[in-house]
């Protein structure tokens, strides 16, 4: 039995189907119209809803999320907060969030507004506040006022952050956190949610074609936008074994289950190159759900991560219950949204070694938008040098130029044991066009993507000269 409670009232489900979305049945069982459905695939940003629940010291966190591509499943014993739980109907005036929007000239034609006070209500609501406030925005689309005002409403909200403040929509959180604390286990005949390894190896040979679902962020849109219909799933969001991160001999062993936006603290503490990549992992409110599992499973060949992982040498676990193997991200993508994963398999960790002394290391991705959108080019690089300034050691690999993910040794062959200068540089660009064939498609070129490759490589040794100033003219 699934349970789940909006705003105040705890809503038990009896019949809903695995592929039910939350703004479904927000919109057509609850009647709270306030979350729109402006995309159905999480870029817009209008269905925006802020999630309660309790983290790893028991307390609650807030966070926003998209509903029109979030299973109502997986917000099992979890509070979910809309637009109409900010209202003070007693005092008869705007939410603090609310009132600092209008304050700001922040809305105009109001479609999108909801979202962006949802947004901006989960940035009111935590701990200290962020060093960018307008980070809560990334996932909020509007046509309208330019960001100028939404962003100064962004600023001002990030003050309530960390400090009490009349909230009208503030749960009873002892209350909530008690019945987080005591509902029990999902029992579902179609949406399975295993607690450990052990269950998931069972749920796997007991229901051989159910599908599997961390997040949900890109299998949900099978369901809302190719109107596919999902009978069984099994979500692998709560498997211990898929949680976390942990030390090993060479270097650390992150759950494949694990949020992006948690991936991200840990790589802008160890791997601080890495941090604009993957905060331009789709908007926070995509990482909040996206885990580094679901993007390796589906395998895209302009996914962000696969690049990134061959970058920093990493490889990828695969566990049948039983076994466990271990794969270069370049050897288990087989070819176009093809990989090496077997029926009863999953993907359930990532390991990346420890970064070398001397390493210089960089990650691109080149996109018609910064923020929440796909890739024309990614390119990433790990370069060290000896004594002498010969290159002992490099990786150079690259998404969008071909139908998966590629390491180009090719070219790491033409740059180890050269010198790392202008010419070996000027030798390497020029062998691009005869290494990759990339395709023409609505965001690039081939010759494009040929160029960017190209300006990138050119951009990772100015760079790595020490040359400070951004040189966006190479991207």
């Not at 909801?114 to 307008?134: E, N, T, V």
């Not at 009873?172 to 019945?179: L, R």
């Not at 997040?215 to 709560?238: C, F, P, R, V």
């Not at 062993?253 to 331009?280: K, N």
Request: aromatic share 6%.
């Amino acid at each position: 039995m699934l349970q789940i409670m909006i705003n105040q009232q705890l809503e038990t489900v009896a019949d809903a189907r695995a592929d039910t979305m939350l703004l479904t049945y927000l919109r057509e069982q609850m009647e709270l119209t306030g979350s729109k459905e402006g995309c159905a695939s999480g870029d817009c940003g209008a269905c925006t809803v802020v999630v309660v629940e309790l983290d790893d010291q028991q307390q609650l966190r807030y966070r926003q999320i998209n509903a029109c591509i979030t299973p109502l499943h997986a917000l099992h014993g979890k509070q979910v907060i809309t637009v109409e739980q900010l209202k003070n109907l007693q005092a008869n005036q705007l939410h603090p969030v609310q009132q600092a929007v209008v304050d700001k000239h922040g809305s105009q034609c109001g479609f999108c507004t909801p979202g962006i006070i949802m947004s901006l209500y989960a940035l009111s609501k935590q701990r200290q506040a962020p060093a960018h406030p307008a980070e809560y925005l990334a996932g909020n689309l509007c046509r309208c006022t330019g960001y100028g005002p939404l962003i100064e409403a962004a600023n001002d909200v990030a003050e309530l952050a960390g400090v009490e403040y009349f909230d009208p929509a503030q749960p009873d959180e002892a209350a909530v956190k008690t019945w987080q604390q005591q509902c029990t286990t999902l029992q579902s005949g179609v949406y399975h949610r295993p607690q450990t390894r052990s269950e998931l190896t069972e749920l796997r040979a007991k229901y051989p074609e159910a599908q599997l679902i961390a997040g949900g962020t890109d299998l949900a849109l099978e369901i809302t936008q190719q109107l596919k219909d999902i009978e069984q799933l099994i979500d692998m969001s709560a498997v211990d074994d898929l949680q976390g991160i942990s030390e090993t001999e060479q270097g650390w062993r992150v759950g494949a289950a694990l949020p992006l936006d948690m991936f991200h603290e840990f790589m802008r503490e160890h791997f601080p190159s890495t941090d604009e990549l993957i905060e331009r992992l789709g908007s926070l409110t995509i990482r909040r759900r996206g885990t580094l599992g679901g993007s390796l499973g589906h395998a895209s060949p302009i996914g962000d991560i696969a690049p990134l992982l061959i970058s920093l040498g990493g490889s990828i676990e695969i566990d049948d219950g039983t076994n466990r193997q271990l794969f270069a991200p370049e050897d288990y993508i087989t070819g176009y949204r093809q990989t090496r994963l077997q029926n009863k398999q999953w993907i359930s960790a990532v390991h990346l070694p420890r970064p070398q002394p001397g390493t210089q290391h960089a990650i691109y991705k080149v996109s018609k938008r910064f923020e929440d959108d796909i890739a024309t080019v990614v390119l990433a690089l790990s370069l060290r040098v000896d004594d002498a300034q010969r290159v002992k050691h490099c990786i150079i690999s690259a998404g969008g130029i071909a139908a998966k993910s590629v390491r180009l040794r090719e070219l790491e062959a033409l740059l180890l044991g050269q010198p790392f200068n202008q010419i070996s540089i000027d030798k390497l660009k020029a062998a691009v066009p005869l290494h990759i064939s990339p395709l023409s498609d609505v965001r690039a070129s081939a010759e494009y993507r040929v160029q960017l490759v190209q300006n990138l490589l050119q951009r990772f040794y100015l760079e790595s000269q020490q040359i400070t100033t951004r040189l966006t003219d190479y991207a």
